[in-house]
């Protein structure tokens, strides 16, 4: 396996882009990466595109040959990579494998998704739950998670009031990021207010409905050592599945497949979670981020709460968690997240992150969940010293 490295990103604004249908989306943000990379488009050799469902969505299948040759890459090899919510970071690995097993040199990882075109979008989301015994009787994502928060608050005691510092800070971090979909700070009164969505969950503890992409290019790191810019190497790669339907796991107030996701990629990076200076977490919900900052090993069960609350992921705490906003903030294209994430670690490894930089970081970890925890990818990357 050859090292590798992302040597350019490009991400559209997040929100509700009535005017930029998905080619679109997945056309800007694929130009802006290879000028950032500093490569032309006959040299890109492949391209794996993480989307969940455009053909619910804005009913185009066929994915992967339409936004390339929309996007001027007409004859690339070219695959729609799908993991639910986890599409951008199964993308993302399948793209680091090539590159690290020498069979390609320039290769694209995108992400797209496009749910605000009159769609049902909780409907369109439901089908990453189990159809069978969850959607089939009613079962929506906030309501998954809304499960799974309350079994945290009955077990260790978690409170709204530690939900709801997750959404605060998140904002907080977000209002910094000019791509976000809602750049505002929020109080801990707003969100204990707010109209309730699946109890005990309300509107800020939900990511919202987004559009999106996002697109990093990968190189070898021999490459990318020519370049006169900060290296940044993926030196960890994890991948997991887990059962989807949340009745078929044995805690639900874990998510089991990070914690698996996670092993893999510190096993083949000889690191522990110690090692890592920030991270980039599912919060899809408020409840997510605080069970995976346990799943991760970033603190014991349980204490993701009392954390977040005690202030130890804000961006000046111990473990900065979501210093882009995160899905909450930053808003949450379902299939474009999982690069999203792997942008906001190139951009803080690289000192490009604006008003939200942190101090000289040196490795980052990227967790992109799909569904209520039936899969996961966990990067990590490395800035050279
Ligand atoms: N955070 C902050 N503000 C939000 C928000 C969010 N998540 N969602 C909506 N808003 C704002 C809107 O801008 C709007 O403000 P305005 O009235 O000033 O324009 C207001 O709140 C109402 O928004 P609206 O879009 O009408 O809300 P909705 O009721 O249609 O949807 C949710 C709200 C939470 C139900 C929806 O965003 C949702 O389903 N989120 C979860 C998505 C999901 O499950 N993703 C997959 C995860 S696995």
Redesign the pocket.
């Known amino acids: 396996m050859r090292d590798v490295a992302v040597i350019g990103m490009g991400l559209t604004p997040f929100g509700e882009l009535w005017d930029t249908s998905l080619r679109d989306l997945f056309a800007i943000a694929c130009a802006d990466c290879l000028e950032d990379a500093g490569v032309a488009r006959d040299q890109v050799q492949s391209a794996y595109i993480g989307c969940m469902t455009s053909g619910l969505f804005v009913g185009q299948e066929h994915l992967a040959s339409v936004l390339c040759d929309y996007a001027g890459l007409r004859g690339l090899a070219a695959t729609r990579v799908e993991s639910a ?1 986890a599409s951008g970071g199964a993308a993302f690995r399948a793209a680091y494998l090539e590159v690290a097993s020498g069979a390609s040199d320039f290769v694209l990882a995108g992400g797209v998704e496009k749910m605000n075109d009159g769609a049902d ?2 409907y369109c ?1 439901a089908t ?1 739950a189990d159809q069978e015994y969850e959607a089939y009787n009613g079962v ?3 309501g998954l ?1 809304a499960m799974i928060a309350k079994a945290h608050m009955a077990k260790h005691g978690t409170t709204p009031q530690q939900l709801a510092a997750v959404a605060v800070k998140n904002h907080r971090n977000g209002a910094k990021n000019p791509k976000a979909q ?1 750049p505002l700070e929020i109080s801990e009164k707003t969100v204990l207010g707010a109209v309730r ?1 699946a109890e005990p969950l309300g ?2 503890d ?4 987004t559009d999106g992409a996002a697109c990093v290019l990968l190189a070898p790191v021999e490459f990318a050592r020519k370049l006169g810019k900060p290296v940044v190497k993926i030196i960890g790669s994890g991948h997991a599945t887990d059962a989807i339907a949340l009745h078929d796991r044995k805690d639900p107030s874990t998510i089991p497949v990070v914690a698996l996701a996670a092993q893999r990629a510190f096993k083949q990076s000889g690191l522990t979670i110690r090692d890592i200076d920030f991270a980039e977490v599912h919060d ?2 408020t409840i997510a981020e605080i069970v995976c900052t346990e799943e991760l090993g970033i603190f014991e069960p349980g204490q993701g709460g009392p954390a977040a609350a005690a202030g130890k992921t804000a961006r000046d705490g111990e473990f900065p968690v979501n210093t882009s906003g995160g899905l ?2 930053k808003g ?1 294209p ?1 299939g474009a997240t999982g690069i999203a994430q792997i942008c906001e670690l190139y951009a803080q490894l690289t000192g490009n992150a604006g008003g939200r930089q942190l101090k000289n970081p040196r490795r980052g970890l990227a967790q992109n969940m799909g ?2 925890g039936g899969s996961c990818t966990v990067h990590i990357l490395e800035v050279e010293q």
């Not at 939900?206 to 409905?209: G, I, K, M």
């Open positions: 919510c979008a909780t989301l990453a929506t994502f906030p998670y809602f969505v509107l800020f939900c990511s919202p409905v899809c919900f909450k903030s949450h379902v569904g209520s």
